[in-house]
């Protein structure tokens, strides 16, 4: 469910023609609906009926300024697992937020426990000392909730798996109550909840069911012995389609199974979804540069690359790719390729589209999780633009790199002088 939608073969995100904005920011360029981003996150939340919740959005998927402002709007808080995206989502005006992470370092833990925020979620015991350690110095008791390994396979690509025994997140499952016994004996450590996050784009519900009750059953053994948490993290991970017509489920449909084993529980239910709520509300505008006769296939060479969107590099996904405008004609067989020099800079392999010519535009559905978030100036080229369009608006949120940008933080020795 999106709002890109064809009117006379013509793509439009919301009421605004992708082509306009093509020739008014250049290409690539990425472009989100509001509506839908405001559409994921209120369907999620209404789905957990009176069940008390929050929405935490998971700032690594894509971390735009405004786009977070949008959600503290909406009321939600942020997941972040480093300072630069705890103050990018404080300058957006979010109030509430998680620290996540395997690797925090001291002084990013000591200005995010200095500035405020909900509780860390703790993935090993020496980063449990680390915590301690700062929280004594800053005379400043730390919140914290242990994020449980609870070995469950998601069932997703390996690189985003991470609530099995083998990855390197999360604490082990047996070690949790005899860490949280400890903790309630430390006067700087307060024990606020227990989290897990599985893995990412999950597309069945069942791992979190099992992994909510593994929690539960930990949330209830520390009642038992007077240890009270106030909140339940389910992490993030729910999935989007990335075909056409592929049927997953939706983010209240994650919501509305877990709810039935929610119920009665004495505490706030969290949630950190990322790719769920932002991914198809965003999409990648690209302009085909050459079409190209190759050996055996025609490749369409167009402007993004691998450094604009790696998704496709990295994990091998194919995502959804169309003209932004749909001619009558016969079809053509392409690869659809960057211009970065590695192989891999692929983004679709024979993919069938209506007919093309150089210069046309081609629309990559699905990007806006982990798209402009994982961008980089690889082959020296110049990160994009990003546009939010509502309704009839479009609003530029973040100018396209000028090559100056290239070179800001670099200096320029002169090698003889120092020879
Ligand atoms: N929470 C944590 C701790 C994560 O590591 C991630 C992503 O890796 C998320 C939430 C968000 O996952 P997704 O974007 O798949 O919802």
Avoid at 21 to 48: E, I, Q
Avoid at 151 to 156: A, R
Avoid at 160 to 170: C, D, H, Q, R, V
Avoid at 325 to 335: M, R, W
Wanted: hydrophobic share 40%; glycine share 10%.
């Amino acid at each position: 469910m999106d709002y890109f939608l064809r009117k006379r073969g013509k793509l439009y995100c919301e009421s605004i023609y992708l082509g306009e904005l093509a020739d008014k920011y250049g290409t690539p360029l990425y472009v989100y609906s509001l509506k839908t981003l405001v559409r994921h996150f209120k369907v999620a939340s209404r789905a957990f009926g009176k069940i008390r919740h929050s929405i935490f959005y998971s700032v690594k998927a894509n971390s735009n300024l405004t786009l977070l402002g949008v959600i503290a709007e909406l009321g939600g808080g942020c997941d972040i697992v480093s300072l630069g995206e705890y103050l990018t989502a404080r300058k957006a005006g979010v109030k509430r937020i998680i620290f996540s992470g395997v690797g925090k370092k001291r002084q990013e833990i000591e200005m995010v426990l200095k500035n405020g925020l909900d509780f860390f979620g703790v993935e090993s015991e020496n980063e449990l000392n680390v915590i301690e350690e700062v929280a004594i110095r800053l005379n400043k008791p730390a919140p914290i909730s242990l994020r449980i390994n609870p070995d469950i396979d998601p069932g997703t690509h390996k690189y985003i798996a991470t609530g099995l025994k083998k990855e390197k997140f999360g604490i082990p499952i047996g070690q949790a109550v005899d860490i949280y016994k400890e903790i309630s004996n430390r006067k700087y450590l307060k024990a606020v909840g227990i989290s897990m996050h599985l893995g990412s784009q999950i597309e069945s519900v069942s791992p979190f069911v099992e992994g909510l009750l593994k929690l539960k059953q930990i949330f209830c053994k520390l009642s038992e012995q007077n240890i009270f948490l106030k909140h339940i993290d389910l992490g993030g991970g729910w999935a989007v389609p990335f075909a056409k017509g592929q049927h997953l489920p939706e983010p209240a449909d994650y919501v509305r199974e877990m709810v039935p084993y929610l119920k009665g529980l004495e505490a706030e239910v969290i949630v950190e979804p990322g790719r769920s709520l932002i991914g198809n509300a965003g999409v990648l505008v690209t302009k085909i540069t050459y079409l190209k006769k190759g050996y055996r296939k025609i490749y369409a060479i167009v402007d993004a690359g691998m450094n604009d969107f790696i998704r496709s590099a990295l994990y091998g996904k194919e995502h959804r790719i169309e003209p932004t405008i749909l001619k009558k004609g016969k079809t053509l067989n392409v690869d659809v390729v960057g211009p970065v020099c590695e192989s891999s800079d692929t983004f679709a392999k024979n993919v069938e589209l209506t007919p093309i010519k150089e210069g046309d535009l081609l629309c990559l559905f699905t990007a806006g999780a982990y798209g402009f978030s994982m961008s980089s100036n690889y082959n020296s080229r110049l990160k994009t633009a990003e546009v939010l369009v509502a309704g009839d608006n479009d609003f530029l949120i973040r100018e396209r790199e000028t090559y100056k940008d290239l070179w800001r933080k670099q200096k320029l020795i002169k090698t003889r002088d120092i020879l």
